[in-house]
């Protein structure tokens, strides 16, 4: 939930029961835009807001008169957004698609949280806010109930988790990144996972590179691969599994402790020293 004091538990219970498929009824939906409302008055210290629900289906300019307004888009459009001086501080704005993928531009060079545009696809949601300065992503699910994005790297991963991070954008619990034929499920607590705090591997077959291995060969992996088997312990139990084209460096002795762990390995070990350690020592 991305907001504390329970001002958005119901709009937010909303948004699971509409992610899993479940019957929403009108009444619990009415309930979600009254509390939406309410969460955006007390950030913004305004109590003017309005819970109009705006219907469009193609492109749309929003303006300050959408203070507080939900925008439900339900055929492909794009959304423009106000220079940020024009919206002035304290505007809010949410934006959900419904059987469409949505492109919300900011205005000119300006940016959202560092992006130059939010894609937002069918189920998916989220919400703006204005300073007067720049445009900020508050909450982000913009990828909606397949809930799930692909990148071309590590890297690449880290990179926008770190603006989240820096911006302050959430993301639902259950979240799913994927880079490179693994994935990352976002639970808010784990810290398993280097530069990723909040996330852990999705599944209990785990890869050294979730960790942060380099697997290049040359670099060593060792502190990867003993957190890998570590998370592994905590879990009670999986598979730690090297990846086709990977080559690992293992030049240190790596400890497992617990029941049900497998190693297994697509790709070379160039050194590997494993110890089994008692269950309780």
């Known amino acids: 939930m991305p907001f504390t004091g329970g001002v958005f538990q119901r709009i937010w219970r909303f948004v699971d029961q509409f992610s899993t498929n479940d019957t929403v009824d009108r009444a619990d939906l009415d309930i979600a835009f009254d509390d939406l409302v309410a969460g955006l008055n007390s950030l913004s210290g305004s109590t003017t807001l309005s819970s109009s629900v705006i219907s469009v289906s193609e492109n749309y300019a929003i303006t300050t008169d959408n203070a507080g307004n939900l925008i439900r888009v339900t055929s492909d459009a794009i959304l423009m957004l106000p220079a940020a001086a024009d919206g002035g501080d304290g505007l809010f704005v949410g934006v959900v698609a419904d059987g469409a993928t949505v492109t919300v531009n900011p205005n000119g060079s300006e940016k959202v949280s560092g ?10 949601s989220c919400i703006l806010h204005c300073d007067g300065t720049r445009w900020h992503l508050i909450s982000d699910n913009s990828f909606g109930r397949a809930n799930a994005r692909n990148f071309a790297s590590r890297a690449e991963m880290l990179a926008l988790w770190a603006l989240h991070v820096d911006s302050g954008i959430t993301v639902p619990v259950g979240t799913k990144w994927t880079t490179d034929g693994w994935s990352l499920e976002y ?8 530069g990723m705090s909040g996330w852990k591997p999705f599944g209990k077959i785990v890869y050294p590179e979730q960790f942060g291995a380099p697997a290049d060969g040359a670099t060593s992996d060792v502190s990867a691969m003993q957190a890998a088997l570590t998370y592994l312990t905590a879990i009670g139990g999986g598979i730690l599994h090297g990846r086709e084209g990977s080559t690992y460096l293992v030049d240190e002795t790596v400890f497992v402790r617990g029941d049900d762990i497998t190693l ?5 070990i160039s050194t590997f020293q494993i110890r089994i350690l008692p269950r309780s020592s």
């Open 187 to 194: 639970d808010g607590t784990t810290t398993t996972v280097p």
């Open 264 to 268: 297994a390995s697509a790709a070379p």
């Open 115 to 124: 992006l130059s545009s939010v894609t937002v696809k069918d189920t998916g």
